[in-house]
């Protein structure tokens, strides 16, 4: 058993019961609960790409708050996010699955990881509910993630990652999250930083005198704005500095999910951004194949294996990717309702020579031929299906579905410049977490699939504000400062 994961719940169950029993006693305790629990979020936020224990010690500070904040509030409800629906079907059958799984001590690890992860979601999305609250935290995040990228890239210099097979692991010391990490944290920058998503006055004339008062307003005052563009260079760099990140790193998964959600929102942005960025991409991709050979036969494996095997003499991986889903392909097959269990993949795996393909296991002898995973299918979609079953994976796309419509509604609707900035940011964590999803990530993943539940946290509570803050003067201004209830 996950001796981590029980020290987890144990302590959550143990501060849950003393802050209730506090909770019912003091009521007037609500609003000390509620900070302790911001507070907690904001380590989530400041750690997750540094130190992601200190990140899961935020999570289990801000699910024991929560909790005990709506005790103290006599209030038994949950937000309504538009997300509750899947996620408790979802949440459910992960559950129901304890008691027909292949591994109860799996189950147990991975399913317990995927409840608090819920947990914390929604807890984020009720009490990140102003607008100050959630500028404060990505700009929390902003701020940890710019460390890890800066500290990837001296790195990746440091181990030759450029020419050599070395892949860099981050602060987190991960070299499947960290890629996937600075994913997110690039459309971050790039979303709330660096790139204007007010909504354009199609109306207004290209030439019109309320633009021309506005040129040379800029003119004027233009001195005033040196300190942004200084900052605007400073995003500009590290963004630079974060695609070259995952090109050290050669992870796939970071790559087929940071380019389709670029091109996402560049193309939301208008045509002329996408044309530029997709032109850039391109240049980028092409330069980066020319100078290394490492990431070059990576990338290309995808589509031939034998590239991999050629160019590095060394066994293509993808085969063993391949291998793994089609194993997983079998479970499901065997147990399309049920799966075998949340988390119980490797168990039944390891012990069912039914499942396993001649090029991952030698036929003679039954020893593993590449050192690679075998816990997991290295496929989050084809994990679902073998684990929970058909109902859990429809309930899973059906979460990921709604995480890109609703964003994409709120963005082409609304006319507030700080929902659409959110949404816009949601909608592009959610593509690369989907490319992710598709090499190393899953639902129980402490350092990916839990910021993209932030990530989606953010958005439930922004799309939670009435539409009247809009014309919040302070907004307009985009100090995003809003007085507190």
């Known amino acids: 058993m996950n001796i981590l994961l029980f020290i987890k719940i144990a302590i959550i169950v143990i501060s849950g019961m003393i802050l209730i029993a506090s909770a019912v006693k003091r009521p007037n305790l609500a609003g000390f609960f509620e900070k302790a629990g911001l507070f907690g979020i904001f380590l989530f936020a400041l750690f997750i790409p540094i130190k992601d224990g200190f990140a899961l010690f935020g999570m289990v500070v801000t699910i024991a708050f929560f909790i005990a904040y709506k005790v103290a509030k006599r209030d038994a409800s949950i937000p309504k996010t538009g997300f509750n629906i899947p996620i408790l079907i979802y949440t459910g059958i992960v ?37 100050k609250r959630i500028d404060f935290m990505v700009h929390t995040f902003t701020f940890s993630i710019s460390i890890a990228i800066v500290y990837g890239l001296f790195q990746g210099i440091f181990i030759n990652a450029l020419h050599s097979p070395n892949r860099l692991t981050g602060l987190i010391g991960n070299w499947t999250g960290f890629p996937v990490q600075v994913s997110y944290g690039l459309i971050v920058i790039i979303v709330y ?14 030439y019109s005198l309320k633009k021309l008062f506005s040129l040379i307003g800029s003119f004027v005052k233009g001195f005033r704005k040196i300190p942004s563009l200084m900052l605007s260079f400073f995003f500009v760099i590290l963004v630079l500095a974060g695609f070259l990140d995952i090109i050290f790193s050669k992870a796939r998964s970071a790559w087929i999910g940071i380019i389709p959600a670029i091109l996402v929102l560049m193309y939301l942005r208008s045509k002329r951004f996408f044309l530029a960025v997709l032109v850039l991409l391109l240049v980028l991709n092409i330069g980066i194949f020319f100078v290394s050979k490492t990431f070059k036969s990576r990338m290309l494996a995808m589509f031939n294996p034998k590239i991999y095997k050629m160019e590095l003499k060394s066994h293509g991986d993808i085969e063993s990717h391949l291998a793994l889903i089609k194993s997983a392909w079998t479970v499901f097959k065997r147990f399309p309702l049920t799966g075998v269990g949340v988390g119980a993949f490797s168990k039944y795996f390891d012990e069912h020579k039914g499942v396993r393909y001649p090029w991952y ?38 979460l990921f579905f709604l995480a890109l419509k609703k964003p994409f509604n709120i963005f082409v609707n609304s006319d507030d410049k700080f929902k659409r900035k959110i949404a816009a940011m949601t909608l592009g964590v959610s593509i690369v977490f989907y490319g992710s999803f598709a090499g190393v990530s899953n639902m129980s993943n402490d350092q990916l699939t839990n910021l993209w539940l932030f990530f989606l946290a953010l958005f439930a509570a922004t799309s939670l504000m009435p539409q009247s803050i809009s014309k919040s003067k302070d907004f307009q201004n985009q100090n995003y400062v809003v007085s507190e209830k």
């Open 95 to 131: 559950i129901a699955s304890f008691f027909w799984t292949y591994s109860i001590k799996d189950s147990f690890n991975q399913g317990g990881e995927i409840v608090y992860f819920i947990l914390f979601f929604f807890a984020s999305a009720s009490l990140l509910k102003t607008k």
């Open 193 to 206: 930083y660096l790139i204007n998503f007010k909504k354009q006055n199609i109306k207004e004339s290209k």
């Open 361 to 398: 296991y030698n036929r003679k002898t039954g020893k593993k031929l590449y050192d690679l995973y075998d816990n997991w299918p290295e496929n989050g979609y084809m994990q679902t299906l073998a684990e929970t079953g058909i109902f859990s994976f429809i309930s899973l796309m059906w």
